[in-house]
């Protein structure tokens, strides 16, 4: 493609609302412009590499028995009520009627609308498993778009469903798009993890995130520095056998604590180790108060929580419901004479402290050498922390470290919620009905785009991995008004489009500088300038990601362009 | 693919709601499903096809030289307010509010959004022309949506725009656009026209409508049975040379005809031929009266009259505004003694006319041995008239007949209305702001789907043309529980996939009669059949076009398969 002929506005000045460097560059190179908050336009660039990923995507997913199909983004109440998401989805679902006031949603998903379908067409076993996806347009009203591409209203998403008859089935499913996950985003040249993550409220099994590891990234995920263990830190179990010290337990005492309410503050005023501390947070559990003990260094992970007590809500409790159950504040409550109808759980590594020190349920008062079962009740010892930096990885390899993840991909074993609700069932063998397993798989397509770039640019601008980039080349000619230069570019120009190398030809009339900083902004892997050295056949071969660059005589240019990995 | 495990759901019936053989077929084929009124779900094979026409359609796009953009549905009323469509569009055009209240278009064209894109990005005349496309999802809350895939509210569409400095640019932009509408549909397979249309009140030029021949067409076209002249007969001139008889003058005389109103009955009554008639109809234009004559036997075209009288609105006087200005009812007016402020305007056909008759002025009268000029005075003569089947063709070779036709693309030279409207300047060589002259082409993309079903099927199913099929090869095996049987036929499959051949393997468990019947309705190209003599490695080919059968080893498949047109 010639440049002079297409739209690349690429622009020197950051934008102004551009808060991460991939919607800074994006947009500085002219792949993408706003259109409305968080709606943008693909411009001939960006639609390139848009379509690219898409490309792969498509590849991996019908490499891994999915069929494509298209569904509408028009689709129509009714169905978004019959599974209670028509309110649950609040104000992120668009919302629309027609001229006869007929009531549509906009598609932030398609979880319905296949279910209905597949429930109309599908009535045998003989007929499952299913599997289907689609690339397709999206739209989430977010409260906050932001960050360009990585958080839009109106998106590029590739969901995929599968329908089935039994779990095994669905295992099997879903390891092939886990195996179609790694591979999409491995050719996407990413920096990823498969992570263990919260299957929610949905009944769902498992489910895993795949994160592209980033700075900007809003999600933490806890993960091994030798193996793959990797999970939403939420989700990560902790794994650690904690020793009892030798130390011999002595006589429990009173001290006054007067104005030290946190653990830090009453650890350095005891001048003892914060992880002799028993920390004690009273939490409303469904309809019941418990209260939860944890070492002083340690947090309360409320997932962790309301699984160990199969609750279907877990909060901390009020100031005031502190009071009138302990009758002090919530800096000074502990595990030594709580009130008879209230259970105490704690975290293991509670049970191996020796001597330790924990609220009084007075005010400005803690305990000294508290040693757990000689002086208080515990009902259960769990896994109820989060994990933290340091800890040994939960799969026994290597220790555990934090980072900070982009979500580009999630996929999801549903069962049968949304099969149940919509009616989506099958004569099994037996000619017995029943109903359908169902697991989803999302990629964000267009947030995949921003993480590449997120990964991929230096200060320069962008530098696009092999499978992504919108041409191979960027071939540029210095001054086009010399005869030598614009005859041998020209020539360049042809020969590589026959060799079927992509390429995209600077041929505008603008100062070599503005050319150069826009093709490094650009961010294409082979740059080919033709200079001084036209006449003699010689052009300057630059390297994008590494900055190498040589000078080649044209002769060599094809061979050398087809060996650059 | 394995048929057993996509989802390519037949049906025996008729669906009650299709009244048209591609709307029946999309959805007895397992191509298509509805979701909501004129909103279709692409199943796996219809998702194929669509994506085969779309290729289609970008590679000829590209080779015109536009360039690939994606452009977002959600669209600011703002930019619709200032050209005024946000009013212009009506009901048609679909609207909803986000969570901030803000107005939304969902985008039914892009004309607006392309527009302030380029507005804001191309300032020098040195970044024009610029051509750039997009294959995208539309929205437009047609009142009646029907026949399936040719009238629904959401579809894929291609629309092109172009930007220009001057008009030759435009018509050099427009001549490969028409070019590259003329290959798809060729490619497509399709027998269409390249029609002269009408360009309407936006201030455009040239336009095209590129119409399928077909029956269920709500089109007339007019077009050369010899040449490639063809027309929307709203458009078409006629260009007849009419010869005076050499009869001689008779005098004028009046003649009652009592009830007779209808140039028929008239012509009837009086024993004389339709073409000696002359047609008398009042026309309102603008804001005066005009007495518009034809010949019996021809019918006034409005679009021909309005150009004519350069009008900006004409319509047919109202009863009673022809009984206060003629005194006589609609079917008795006439062109002699009218009031003075009328003029009369009439088309070539009636100067040749030798004693005619026409209506008197008086009710239940008309005048006999009428004479043009001699009785009556007349502005001007023009063609004003539609053209007939049985004229010569406007370009001189042939006649001219008339088909109906399915519109699937629209190419139009639009001036500079939007870039007025949105401000769309840019800067000459001499450093002075001028406005964009615009093109813009359209094609709907899963309306010539439905087209293509339209001119290829027959009574048993569609018959898929050969860039535009799903698969190339349905594979059968009669009996797949027999041994020999499943292994032939697991073994072409294999191979045909080996050499690129696309391949829909039947290795359903259905009896022989149901999977011929949907392999009829589902209509690929060439069909095998491993039956009986699998043993012996024979198997039957069948081309679905003209039903033409053989026996073949299965040695000779792939090249038989190779050299299929």
Redesign the interface.
Known sequence: ?RQ????I?TLKETPADAEIKSHQLLVRA?FI?Q??SG??????M???V??NVEKIVREEMERA?A??????????SDLWKETGRWEKMG?EL???H??HD?E?A?GATHEE?VT???R???KSY??L????F?IQ?K?R?E?RPRFGLLRG??FVMKDAYTFHTNEESLDEAYKKMYQAYQNIFTRCGLNFRAVIADSGAMGGKDTHEFMVLSDIGEDTIAFSDTSDFAANIEMAPVNVTYAKSDEAEAALAKVDTPGYKTMMEVSEFLGQPLDKGIKSLLFKVDERFVLVLSRGDHEINDIKLKNALDASSVELATEAEVQQLFHAEVGSIGPINVPDDIEIVADYAVEAITNGYAGANEDNTHYKNVNPDRDFKISSYQDLRFIMEGDPSPDGQGIIKFAKGIEVGHIFKLGKFYAEKLGAKYLNEQGKQETMIMGCYGIGVSRTLAAIVEQYHDENGIKWPQEITPYQVHLIAVNPKNEEQSKLAEEIYKELQKQNISVLFDD??ERPGVKFADSDLIGLPIRITVGKRAGEGYVEYKVRDNGEQDELHVSELVNKINTHQ
């Open positions: 493609m002079s002929q297409t739209l506005p002219g412009r259109t409305a709606v943008y336009s693909f411009l001939p960006g639609n390139k848009l379509k028995g069929a494509e199909m298209l569904m509408p983004a028009l689709q129509l104000p668009m919302r629309l027609d001229r007929r549509f906009l609308v209905s379908i597949v109309d067409e599908v003989k007929k498993p299913l599997s289907v689609q347009t739209f009203d409260q209203r109106e505008r009339k």
